[in-house]
């Protein structure tokens, strides 16, 4: 009997530590140095940051998502997850814990495809956390459906030029180098013509138009950029992994980084929620506390309960791809709870927001941020819609069409079978059925 919903005591005292660390001294950092997360170190936050990533290396808890043999502690995603749910909370916390998006899907990938002076140039220094990396895949008219994208690689001699446009590439502005997807073969289907190449950011030819912002972000804070490759030029050692196999590497990249997103929504949501409960229980209206409101206990429950359920299916899939060790082997379960996600965000954020009021909706409390961060879910890593198509799909792969003019839970022929099999006790009471 294997189902075990514990934690084993000596990896929760790790778990204890983290919750406090990150409360006492990674929070403080939102609020002192906002939307800095991914700009190099320097002067004042490099003194202050330092010596936490120090306290975590110490701890045996920096780039956890990592196997031993690239400095990381192998922990697997169930673990993971467990301490994402804490650094969820914090956007400096992934950051001090060296496991932020994208930079952790760059490096699985430089790890798993890259040679060995790949590794050596790009991984080593942004797995010590010194440098910052860019994913640029999706295209100004083309997200949702790589096989319209168009960026073109060619070989030149020993060297590759890519030509095109990129749209939405995070921390490009920050970033050492950029991982870009482009077509190498246009006369094959996309799954096969295209390739992924690590490209310095200080390589002529790219120029990051503008940087578009979230929400109600002003221009110099956007960090999502939109970019012109003109003659890139690149030696042909800057193809990562084979000619033709941007498509499998993407898959590789983006199942982890799906849970990874999960995982730290968990955190998001929770602290909505331990913010609802508090102002529930502080705040008084006609006659009684807003925790004695049917409509409030409602939106307690409910997010509650959709918390709950979300995380254990978000531990379960961990738990999955740690059994497997297989992303498409759990391509289902990962779907669903990219699915699950955006919608869990919103409405427990919107209750709370609800909740507290004009308060909710000011720039003094963080739900606008986090109704932000959900709809962001619903799009980053593919749109919901996609993932649908995806759940659905494999689902159907377990079932079979009915060979009858009538479907197999008909009653009358369920009835029909069931009275055939127990026919011969059935000889005398016939007429009584
Ligand atoms: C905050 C943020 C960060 C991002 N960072 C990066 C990054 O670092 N690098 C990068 O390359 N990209 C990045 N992206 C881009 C992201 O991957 C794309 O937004 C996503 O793939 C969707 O592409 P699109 O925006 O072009 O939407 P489209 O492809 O135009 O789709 C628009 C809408 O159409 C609907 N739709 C699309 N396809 C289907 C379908 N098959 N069935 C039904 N409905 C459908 C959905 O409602 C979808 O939202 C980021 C996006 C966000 C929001």
């Not at 790890?111 to 295209?139: N, V």
């Not at 310095?200 to 950029?225: F, M, Y």
């Not at 705040?283 to 307690?300: C, E, M, P, W």
């Not at 159907?396 to 003019?405: A, K």
Request: charged share 20%; with cysteine; glycine share 8%.
């Amino acid at each position: 009997m294997a189902w075990d919903f514990e934690t084993d005591p000596e990896f929760q005292t790790k778990l204890d530590w983290v919750d406090a660390f990150v409360s006492d001294k990674v929070e403080p950092l939102d609020l002192v140095w906002p939307g800095l997360e991914f700009v190099p170190l320097e002067g004042a936050r490099r003194r202050a940051v330092e010596p936490l990533k120090e306290e975590v290396r110490r701890q045996g808890l920096w780039a956890t998502h990592l196997g031993p043999e690239l400095g990381g502690q192998g922990y697997g995603q169930l673990k993971l997850s467990l301490l994402n749910e804490i650094l969820g909370r914090s956007s400096w916390a992934p950051i001090v814990f060296g496991c932020q998006a994208p930079d952790t899907g760059n490096a699985e990938i430089i790890a798993h495809y890259g040679t060995p002076q790949q590794k050596e140039r790009y991984l080593r220094p942004l797995l010590d956390g010194e440098i910052f990396s860019c994913y640029s895949m999706t295209e100004p008219h083309a997200g949702a459906d790589p096989t319209l994208f168009t960026t073109r690689a060619v070989k030149d001699g020993e060297e590759w030029v890519i030509n095109g446009w990129k749209f939405f590439s995070s921390n490009a502005k920050t970033a050492s180098f950029l991982i870009v997807m482009a077509v190498t073969n246009p006369d094959v289907h996309p799954y096969q013509g295209m390739s992924m190449f690590l490209v310095p950011a200080a390589t002529p030819g790219i120029e990051i138009v503008r940087n578009v912002g979230l929400g109600a972000e002003s221009s110099h804070q956007g960090s999502h950029a939109l970019i012109h490759y003109e003659d890139v030029r690149v030696p042909a050692d800057a193809l990562l992994g084979g000619e033709g196999q941007a498509f499998v590497i993407a898959q590789t990249r983006l199942g982890g980084g799906r849970i990874h997103h999960a995982m730290r929504t968990i955190g998001m949501a929770r602290s909505a929620l331990d913010m609802m409960c508090e102002r529930a229980l502080s705040r008084r209206t006609q006659g009684s506390l807003l925790a004695d409101k049917q409509f409030v206990q409602g939106y307690i429950a409910d997010s509650y309960a959709q918390l709950v359920q979300f995380r254990l299916f978000v531990l379960y899939t961990a738990w999955s791809i740690d059994k497997y060790h297989d992303y498409k082997k759990v391509r289902k379960d990962i779907a669903a709870v990219k699915v699950l996600m955006p919608g869990v965000l919103h409405d427990i954020v919107w209750r709370a927001m609800q909740v507290h009021g004009a308060l909710g909706v000011s720039n003094e409390m963080p739900f606008s941020r986090m109704m932000l961060a959900a709809s962001v879910l619903g799009l980053a890593d593919g749109p919901t819609e996609v993932h649908k198509v995806t759940v659905a799909r494999q689902v159907l792969r377990q079932y079979e069409p009915s060979d009858d003019l009538w479907p197999t839970g008909h009653l009358p022929r369920r009835r029909r079978e069931a009275l055939a099999k127990y026919e011969q006790y059935l000889e005398h009471e016939v007429g009584n059925l």
